[in-house]
């Protein structure tokens, strides 16, 4: 099994940044890629961004040029950097990891992008 625990979710304004992070522990060897999702109330969970081992990344169309995902191989654990946040962004956001083709979720951490 494999856990993972995000962090790094609040309130904050127009404009501003936040940077989640997902730690994963437990069975981690074979984990590929990992990534984020977000789903606000009354939608469909949404690609944010995921990163491949090598560091390949992809990216959803609404959040290009203002996000940027990173990973820490050594501490198992993946960033997202969060710049110009807009009320639109407002989602619990999960951190989702894929080992040997199956897929793991964290519980979600939420964002409120609100003046």
């Known amino acids: 099994q494999v856990q993972l625990v995000e962090s790094g979710g609040g309130l904050v304004q127009p404009g501003g940044s936040l940077r989640l992070s997902c730690a994963a522990s437990?069975?981690?060897?074979?984990?590929?890629?990992m990534g984020w999702y977000r789903q606000a109330p009354g939608t469909q969970r949404e690609l944010v961004a995921v990163?491949?081992?090598?560091?390949?990344?992809n990216y959803g169309d609404s959040v290009k040029g203002r996000f940027t995902i990173s990973r820490d191989n050594a501490n198992n654990t993946v960033y997202l950097q969060m710049n110009s946040l807009k009320p639109e962004d407002t989602a619990v956001y999960y951190c989702?990891?894929?080992?040997?083709?199956?897929?793991?979720w964290g519980q979600g951490t939420q964002v409120t992008v609100s003046s």
């Open positions: 437990g069975s981690i060897f074979g984990i590929t890629a």
């Open positions: 990163i491949g081992r090598p560091g390949s990344t």
């Open positions: 989702k990891v894929v080992k040997f083709g199956r897929t793991y």
